[in-house]
Structures are given as structure tokens and as C-alpha cells.
């Protein structure tokens, strides 16, 4: 375990902002996990992971640990379904394609999210109908004060939409180690009725899909809306798809008649914040080196030297903007990192 001191960051978060991290280690065991969090003489620590759903705004004046354990092994499996085991430093699309090789269902719908598997459970990351929470067993996590390894079933996660209590109650207190899921290895329930999946295997001719059929059209309708980090920076969808009380969705929808929604329950409706910001004129749109994508509004992006206060500005006068409009509030989904 080496502490590197002054370190860029900038090819360790895919917003690509330049950011130094004070002192910098990388992380590759449990045991070097906890040898890290009993060093005496540094500052805070900070958790780094795939670094996909974070905004930089400063320099780090902290130990910063760059979680990179790797491994997936097999727990349990019976004729119909497997249990595995993955290692936080896994990246996420990489695990999607290792369980599509051996036709393991559950993580076709979640292809090329960016980001690793341990910062999944935060998140409770989610696309096309699917999210983390479908195919989630437990994880295991270290507590930061006593180094000790603590099992969070699914119900301990408290997960919701884009939440958990990684996210809320337990932020600070805890770091994912390895996270355990539970696939399919015949009948596998397939969701292709989310957005433009349908829409994309029918293009394809495909009538009767297989996983890796399912994987592939998300594959493809994610390159088509949401640039490649590696040559624009972005994090993904930066804000969260407000959902509307009832009260709240039919005086939006009677002024908004055309807007897409989505039915979550009796009482709630969700709304795309990229329709929102679209409507409000975003798209496209290019404050110096930060913008919004142009296939995506729900995407900002980096075009090369922006800082993440010129991102936060930019989201800021977004979030105003949409809310005077439409009188529904919108929140980044992104970490902000002050």
C-alpha cells in the first residue's frame, strides 16, 4: 500500500474535471482497506470508486482511497438461479458482460451504466424498468470507525429510487466491499417494454429476444443519446426524474397535456427531467467548456476545460429555470463533491 501525495484526479472521475487529491492510495484488498482507515497523520478520508456519478468542485484535501478490489465468485446455485459474489473494484458493464457470457439474466437492462460495482447499492442504479434492487441479495460493508465488516441484507439498504441508506443515514459511516446478487439461469424474466427497447428489437427484426439480445438494444439506444465519457466528459443522467404526488402530476398534466409520464403507483407519476429541461431550451445549449448534451438534455457535459463550479452553475440555472416554468423541482442525481 503506497501514499502517493498531489495526485490528479482527472482520470479518475468522467466528468474529467482536474481536481488534485492531497494524498492519494489505491486500494486493492479488505485488509488494505482497513490498514488505510487506522493511519494516523492524515486527513479525512474520501471514498473513490468509478468515479461516474461525482462532480468535483475543488481540490481534495483529504487521504483519498481509490477502491479497486477485484473478484467475482460464485456462492450458491441451484437448476434455475446463481448467487455471486462481486468485489466493489469491479466495473459495472464488465460484470454485466461476464453474466451475459455465461447467459446468467437479471443485468441486461442495466448494460453500459458507467461506474463500479461497489457504489451500485448507493445509487440503487436503475434503467429501462430495472433497477440494482431487482436482483440484489446483500452487501457487505466496513464500518469507517472500527474497521469492522457488517452484512446489509436488501431490506437494511432501505433502497428507493436513486437512494438508500448509504446515500441518506448511513453516508460517511460505511464503505461497500463486495456486493451479492441473485440471477437467473433459465426462464429469465425478461423487461423489454421500458422505453425504446420494443421499439429497437423491433427494428432489429428480433421477435422472441435473449438476454443478450436485451443487452445489446440497450447497449445501443444509450450510445445513440449519451456520449462516451472517455471522449466527453460526462456522468450520465446528472438530475433525477421528479415524481409528482397526484394532486401535483394532474394540474402539471392539464397545463402539459403532451408530456411523457410514468405511472409508479395510485399516487405517484413520474415526469423525465429531460423532457423538462428540453422544453425549458436547454438542449444543446453550451456555456464555455460545460453544456448539455446535444442528443440528451438530461446529460451535461465537460467539452474539455470546465471546473465543477462551472458545471454546478450551469445545473443551478437549470434547476431555477425548469421550476419557474413548470413548478416542479429537479435534483442532480450526481454526488456533488464540495
Not at 459495472?92 to 439474466?105: D, F, I, S
Request: glycine share 8%.
Amino acid at each position: 500500500m503506497k501514499i502517493q501525495e498531489n495526485i490528479s484526479l482527472k482520470e479518475y472521475n468522467t466528468f474529467g474535471i482536474e481536481a488534485k487529491a492531497k494524498y492519494f492510495c489505491e486500494i486493492t484488498s479488505v485488509n488494505e482497506l482497513k490498514e488505510a482507515l487506522t493511519l494516523d497523520g492524515y486527513p479525512d478520508f474520501f471514498i473513490l470508486g468509478g468515479g461516474s456519478n461525482m462532480l468535483i468542485t475543488q481540490d481534495l484535501d483529504y487521504l483519498v482511497l481509490y477502491l479497486n478490489i477485484k473478484g467475482i465468485e460464485t456462492l450458491w446455485e441451484d437448476d434455475d438461479h446463481i448467487c455471486i459474489n462481486v468485489n466493489a473494484g469491479e466495473n459495472w458493464h464488465r460484470l454485466v458482460l461476464w453474466t451475459l457470457e455465461r447467459n446468467y439474466g437479471g443485468l441486461e437492462n442495466l448494460s453500459l451504466i458507467p461506474g463500479n460495482s461497489g457504489t451500485a447499492p448507493i445509487q440503487n442504479i436503475g434503467a429501462y424498468g430495472v433497477e440494482l434492487k431487482d436482483i440484489f441479495v446483500s452487501c457487505q460493508a466496513m464500518e469507517i470507525a472500527t474497521q469492522e465488516l457488517q452484512q446489509f441484507s436488501k431490506d437494511d439498504c432501505k433502497f428507493g429510487y436513486r437512494e438508500s441508506y448509504f446515500k441518506n443515514e448511513g453516508k460517511g459511516k460505511y464503505i461497500i466491499t463486495s456486493i451479492q446478487l441473485k440471477l437467473t439461469k433459465r426462464n429469465h424474466q425478461r423487461k423489454i417494454d421500458y422505453g425504446a427497447i420494443s421499439s429497437e428489437l423491433k427494428a432489429r427484426g428480433i421477435e422472441d429476444p435473449s438476454i443478450q439480445d436485451i443487452s445489446n438494444a440497450v447497449v445501443a439506444i444509450r450510445q445513440s443519446k449519451l456520449p462516451d465519457p472517455k471522449e466527453l466528459g460526462n456522468s450520465g443522467s446528472f438530475f433525477k426524474n421528479p415524481i409528482l404526488s397526484k394532486k401535483d402530476f394532474h394540474n402539471f398534466i392539464s397545463s402539459n397535456p403532451e408530456a411523457p409520464f410514468y405511472k409508479v403507483s395510485e399516487t405517484e407519476f413520474k415526469v423525465p427531467a429531460g423532457w423538462l429541461i428540453e422544453q425549458s431550451g436547454f438542449k444543446g445549449k453550451r456555456y464555455g467548456d460545460a453544456g448539455i448534451h446535444k442528443n440528451q438534455a438530461l446529460v451535461l457535459v465537460n467539452y474539455g476545460n470546465a471546473t465543477g463550479n462551472d458545471i454546478m452553475d450551469m445545473a443551478q440555472h437549470i434547476m431555477t429555470t425548469v421550476y419557474n416554468n413548470f413548478k416542479i423541482i429537479i435534483t442532480p442525481e450526481v454526488n456533488i463533491i464540495k
